[in-house]
């Protein structure tokens, strides 16, 4: 069956109302944004090229701006991260680790500002930027402690008379593109692991939302040597793939689409470097006859739409049980209804927040025109909400057939696709039928079919009876064309780190 061969199926597209904010002051003044140009080799410059300005997607103003960089300034700080790589690498695990704390430590007594700058680049609500900030502390503390606690094969005579010791170095300097959605916390992932394992850095974030990277960068200055840590803003057609073919970059570690990642690897093929990619998802979410069907609804209210559903884990298609289809849309239709949508400044209880650009904004509302011309029934939201600004209502999509694009592809917005499934085995082989595998979940009081189902879901995560839940011990990343190499955890350092066999000959 399908969810509407019911007359009572759950329908509300009713435009939720966006709340604005009072006239007042800005979220973050002049006098607080970064200065807009590279920081290389511990000082921030400008060596020439264009401007991009930066936009807030309540307001569609600009409010700062950034420099575009050229494959020159990546040289430049590629060259700043080789030289201080020695230095920084040679340091004891308890040094760096102390310096990780520091590094946490001014992170949270300036996390007011660092919120504001977040939900100023993105637009997102300050339930999300609080989250994303204390996340990121979190991630240089773990990172602190985990360097200091590294295991690894014991030494010991593998051949007779001849001593192994296993060693992990730093890999040397690694080239880093973080994505939009989260600006500071992406950033936190992959430059905590890399410093703690002994490695030095360039870093381009997106150029739509640098400030938060370069605020970083101003801030810590003074507790990193010069060169460990390097920012060079502007296009990753431009900065990005310097950084992939660079042949002194010993590594890329790219967090963003699957084409982004698809062009990084063929460039740092070039140099056979190494590569770290956690890439896009599609995240099922198996809803089986016998879940908590409210529960569920309820979870999935943050798990769908956290971050406005720009995020890669987020629980963007459901696959429920067509005998409990209905009830669920209805419960599901009921928590969407209730999210506050609106600027940052408009309440602490804002929910859904804009997407971060109009190109962005353009292209999630052609998926949902596109779904509709097809047959797809719109239970909820539906449509773009009056601006300014890039929102977009949170949605729900029912009737979705298999293989439909809406149900393939990453939204990457607040859309939910709901599809329905016969029995068990179809609901594992429709799971799996994406091209990607970042993270899925499974809802089930039955604790045998729930450690079944995630033994056959082909996602790096599988969460039972929650969605979107992440801890800093765990890994983090994804099978297929989601990528490889783990964020988070001690994985995250084995990533960034080498392995070197030392054989002492000890016979007498």
């Avoid at 890039?390 to 990453?410: H, I, M, N, S, W």
């Amino acid at each position: 069956m399908t969810i509407s061969d019911s007359t009572t199926a759950a329908t509300d597209t009713a435009a939720p109302a966006i709340r604005r904010a009072p006239d007042a002051a800005p979220l973050v003044r002049a006098e607080e944004l970064p200065p807009s140009g590279h920081f290389i080799d511990g000082t921030f410059r400008a060596q020439g090229g264009e401007l991009a300005d930066v936009i807030d997607p309540t307001s569609e103003n600009a409010f700062a701006q950034i420099h575009l960089g050229t494959a020159d300034d990546v040289d430049a700080a590629v060259s700043a991260a080789l030289r201080a790589k020695e230095a920084w690498g040679r340091l004891v695990p308890k040094e760096r680790a102390e310096l990780l704390l520091k590094i946490a430590d001014r992170v949270s007594e300036t996390s007011d500002l660092f919120v504001r700058l977040e939900s100023a680049d993105t637009g997102k609500p300050f339930a999300v930027s609080r989250d994303d900030v204390e996340s990121t502390i979190d991630t240089f503390r773990f990172m602190a402690g985990a360097l200091r606690a590294t295991t690894s094969m014991a030494a010991g005579d593998y051949v007779e008379d001849h001593l192994s010791l296993i060693l992990r170095e730093p890999l040397g300097v690694v080239g880093v593109v973080t994505p939009w959605n989260y600006p500071l916390l992406m950033a936190a992932w992959k430059i905590a692991p890399i410093l703690a394992a002994g490695n030095t850095l360039v870093i381009k974030p997106a150029e739509q939302t640098s400030l938060t990277t370069l605020k970083f960068a101003e801030l810590t200055a003074d507790l990193l040597p010069a060169g460990v840590l390097n920012v060079v803003t502007g296009k990753g057609s431009v900065v990005g793939a310097r950084l992939a073919e660079h042949p002194d970059v010993d590594m890329i570690a790219l967090t963003g689409s699957v084409g982004s990642g698809k062009a990084v690897a063929r460039a740092a093929a070039e140099t056979l470097k190494r590569v770290h990619l956690e890439l896009g998802g599609k995240a099922p979410v198996v809803v089986f006859k016998d879940a908590d069907l409210k529960a569920a609804a309820e979870s999935l209210r943050t798990a769908s739409f956290w971050n406005s559903g720009q995020e890669c884990g987020a629980a963007c298609r459901v696959l429920v049980h067509e005998s409990v289809a209905e009830e669920f849309t209805a419960h599901l239709v009921d928590q969407v209804r209730q999210l506050p949508v609106g600027e940052p400044l408009a309440g602490d209880d804002i929910e859904i927040g804009p997407l971060f650009s109009k190109a962005h904004y353009d292209r999630v509302l052609g998926y949902i025109d596109r779904a509709v011309k097809d047959g797809v029934r719109v239970a909820a939201g539906g449509s773009a909400l009056p601006g300014p600004g890039y929102f977009v209502a949170p949605t729900v999509l029912a009737d979705v057939p298999e293989g439909a694009e809406c149900a393939r592809e990453e939204i990457f917005g607040p859309v939910v696709t709901m599809e329905t499934f016969a029995d068990d085995d179809e609901a594992i082989r429709r799971a799996n039928d994406v091209p990607v595998g970042l993270a899925a979940s499974v809802w089930t009081e039955n604790a045998r079919l729930s450690h079944w189902a995630a033994a056959r879901i082909d996602a790096g995560t599988v969460w039972v009876n929650s969605h979107l839940v992440i801890a800093t011990e765990a890994p983090w990343g994804g099978f297929k064309g989601s990528g490889y190499g783990r964020d988070l955890s001690l994985y995250a350092l084995d990533d960034y780190s080498r392995t070197k066999h030392v054989m002492h000959n000890h016979a007498r």
